[in-house]
């Protein structure tokens, strides 16, 4: 099975904009992954129980010819390589990757649910997707993502930060958002 995924891209230990790039460099360098789009870059507040310092997250947007299955696999690969430890649920990451979405795949398997099961109360998810393609619909529940935005309170802050440049993930002429090249 391929498809397109949106990869939710999310760090706040260390130096966030490194472990982002360094993410987003991994996914996109792997030969079973194609480049599509990548959101800006956000400050977002924690939404955790967990004490922490704010987050930088983005979506990435990739044709992957593999299952999903293959490529959660891989994210837990690139995450651990950067130095991902898991031993705080919901507590403070170097690097967070998370399948967001596989195109309208909708899939509750034991240890990978499709989309991410909480996408719709995340601004820090929900942003960098609809800043990629403003249209989505959420699979599941047959809505536009644009409408869960007015659902969630001002709890959850959420501020551009900027983007990574197209030369910096290895993609001459990248297309950041759909149909708008930036670098």
Known sequence: ????????VGSNLGDAFENCLQGVIAVIGNERATFVALSSLYRTSPVSPVAQAD???????????STPRELLSFLREVETGLGRDRA??????TLDLDILFFDD???DAPGLTI???????????????????PNLIHPRFRRPLVEYL???GDEQKIASFGRIPADRIGVAGAVNTEGN???
């Open 1 to 8: 099975m391929a498809g397109v995924a949106y990869i939710g």
């Open 55 to 65: 987050f930088l997250n983005c979506a990435l947007k990739i044709a992957w010819r």
């Open 88 to 93: 705080v649920r919901f507590g403070p990451r």
């Open 105 to 107: 795949l909708v899939l």
């Open 115 to 133: 989309p991410h099961p909480r996408l719709h109360q995340r601004k820090f998810a929900l942003v960098p997707c609809l800043e990629i393609d």
């Open 150 to 152: 007015n659902e969630i």
């Open 181 to 183: 090249t930036s670098g």
